[in-house]
């Protein structure tokens, strides 16, 4: 047998993650070292019809940059070797702190996605983002986060994060991404605010945890930025890790 090849989408980094939303299969979020997008198929399947930046302003190391969005082969069209895109992992550890680690849907929420890196927590609400001026009619868009966690001193990195729901029942909350003629709808249901615990591993060997609280339409109150204290929460111990 054969894999059929339905359509491509070209996105200007490299990939090295992707995950599907759980409440709707159509919304899926991909990310690189630095950036982060989340896209919206179409309903056949086969074709991206929205594509949201989620903006964190994160600065890479110039050469380094350099050398993970080149491509291989003598046509700049071709994809990333598997030996370059091995290469860019395995530089992980000359990246600083400023790179993404993992980006996950909030529990139950098909627009509310949460980006981790080494220096920040951040949340995103793509029902805020707005269309790019200039790549409107392609279906680009953007959008800044509503929370973001930031670690109060640098010399602590955040190493793992994992959000909990709280409440019972598997419910849908929501919601639809920015407006527009194809873009999926999941159907409304009129639910409770509830809550997200959320728990932050940090490499001084601590466990963080804070609370997000969602309301009954699937939306996320702007918080704007926390500082994370990080002699706060439940001591881990990290020997043998």
């Known amino acids: 047998s054969q894999l059929t090849i339905l359509g491509s989408f070209t996105v200007p980094f490299v990939i090295i993650g992707m995950v599907f939303c759980p409440v709707n299969d159509r919304h899926l979020v991909i990310w690189g070292t630095y950036e982060a997008r989340l896209l919206v198929l179409n309903r056949a399947g086969d074709a991206i019809s929205k594509a949201v930046e989620l903006v964190m302003d994160l600065e890479p190391p110039h050469p380094l940059h350099a050398t993970s969005t080149s491509t291989s082969g003598p046509n700049s069209g071709e994809r990333l070797s598997s030996g370059g895109a091995s ?91 920015p407006s527009s003629s194809t873009t999926a709808t999941s159907t409304t249901r009129v639910n409770p605010e509830y809550s997200i615990k959320l728990i932050l591993l940090l490499d001084s060997g601590r466990l963080y945890m804070a609370e997000l609280l969602i309301n009954s339409v699937g939306t996320l109150e702007e918080q704007g930025e926390s500082y994370i204290e990080c002699g706060e929460g439940l001591a881990f111990p990290t020997a043998g890790i």
């Open 87 to 177: 290469t860019h992992l395995n530089n992980e550890a000359t990246l600083g702190d400023e790179y993404l680690l993992k980006c996950e849907f909030v529990p139950r929420s098909e627009t509310l996605v949460c980006v981790v890196c080494g220096t920040f927590l951040k949340v995103f609400d793509v029902t805020k983002a707005t269309p790019v001026a200039a790549s409107a009619a392609k279906g680009e868009w953007t959008t800044r986060s509503t929370t973001c966690f930031t670690l109060a001193y640098e010399d602590v990195l955040i190493r793992g994060a994992v959000l909990m729901d709280e409440g019972e029942g598997d419910h849908v909350l929501n919601t639809s991404c």
